[in-house]
């Protein structure tokens, strides 16, 4: 696993700490890793989510560090999204 991978997990539990999220998302970052979040869990471990959420780490950072809308991203196809969109809505306003 990155280091690059683990601190991108981090900086996420602490965004997400006391937000209320309730729902489970994935991040596929291909070769980079694989990031899940449930409820306010964060781990770098795969596993079955509501919706995955599939882009580049450079993607997922720039989303994370507000340089990049995440409706502009899904829009001109930065990223994917397969499951619950209702669930990834919810999840990019914690953004």
Do not use: H, W, Y
């Not at 696993?1 to 999220?21: I, N, P, T, Y």
């Not at 409820?39 to 959420?53: A, L, Q, W």
């Amino acid at each position: 696993m990155s280091d690059r991978l683990d601190l991108a997990a981090a900086a996420l539990r602490e965004k997400l700490e006391g937000s209320g999220f309730q729902g489970s998302v994935g991040f596929d970052m291909g070769e980079d890793g694989f990031i899940r979040v449930e409820d306010e869990t964060v781990t770098t471990e795969s596993g079955p989510t509501d919706c995955t959420i599939r882009a580049s780490m450079e993607t997922f950072r720039e989303m994370f560090e507000g340089g990049l809308d995440p409706t502009n991203a899904f829009m001109t196809g930065k990223i994917r999204i397969e499951g619950a969109m209702g669930v990834a809505m919810q999840f990019a306003r914690m953004l």
